[in-house]
């Protein structure tokens, strides 16, 4: 589980691969379903979305995918729920019951459809989000939306929030029992019970994944991009990261920056 704080504005592609591992931000996320072949988790929950299907995360809810073909295509959309004034509170003040609109309608259809055709035009922002709010207009009224209660996944998003902010560090459960003043075995409750996930794997996705991302330049060895990201040996490094990746460290660089070459031929 991944507490994102995100710099982007916005996220909008088109693509085969959606995040595997549980997170949760404060923006609403949704995928169209162009081909089937995945599945959302969402607050424990799995849905199938087949072609034609749209998922929808709220603000503030614990969503994951599961990619069930090679080759499946979506349409991604990340956006703050603040930029769309006539939604922000019902974004963040309810939820849907089921989260999926299965088998949308010619209009959302469309919708997609001139989304991807003026990528790239003049003004391709203010035209997003115009499509955008025409497509909360559609999808919002197809939703059973229930009031979020006050105290709903608080305990959740706490230990998210100071884990995203802490990863680096060495983090266990009785350091985050006595940091955020929770029981033990409840936070443990709650990693392998709710996410179905242990905490030290929670941790080391995290770390991984910043890896990748320190590992896609050239600015660190691989020894000093293992202690940034929190471990202590370089030996641990490269198992965590062969079990995440099925490579190590040194070839995933490697592969990256031979990509990084054949773009620039």
């Avoid at 105290?151 to 902010?165: A, I, V």
Wanted: one cysteine or more; glycine letters at 4%.
């Amino acid at each position: 589980m991944i507490y994102e704080k995100r710099n982007v504005k916005y996220t909008c592609i088109s693509g085969s691969r959606l995040v595997d591992w549980a997170h949760i931000h404060h923006e609403f996320e949704m995928v169209y379903a162009e081909e089937a072949g995945a599945s959302a988790i969402c607050d424990g929950v799995e849905y199938p979305i087949n072609s034609g299907d749209l998922f929808i995360a709220f603000p503030h809810t614990i969503h994951s995918y599961k990619m069930n073909v090679d080759r499946a295509k979506h349409m991604l959309f990340v956006f703050s729920p603040d930029d769309f004034a006539g939604f922000t509170k019902l974004l963040l003040n309810f939820r849907p019951n089921h989260p999926v609109v299965k088998n949308c309608g010619d209009k959302i259809k469309s919708i997609m459809a001139d989304i991807k055709s003026i990528k790239g035009t003049e003004f391709y922002e203010q035209k997003l989000f115009a499509y955008v709010t025409l497509l909360l207009s559609e999808v919002i009224p197809s939703l059973e939306l229930v009031e979020r209660t006050q105290s709903e996944s608080n305990n959740l998003k706490r230990l998210l929030e100071y884990c995203g902010e802490n990863f680096t560090k060495d983090l266990n459960l009785q350091v985050l029992s006595k940091e955020l003043y929770m029981n033990k075995y409840h936070i443990s409750h709650l990693f392998n019970d709710v996410l179905g996930i242990s905490l030290r794997k929670y941790i080391n996705t995290m770390r991984v994944k910043m890896a990748e991302q320190l590992l896609a330049h050239n600015e660190l060895s691989v020894n000093e991009v293992a202690f940034a990201v929190g471990f202590t040996t370089q030996r641990t490094f490269n198992r965590v990261f062969v079990e995440h990746k099925g490579i190590t460290p040194s070839e995933f660089r490697q592969k990256k920056l031979q990509k990084a070459k054949e773009k620039l031929k």
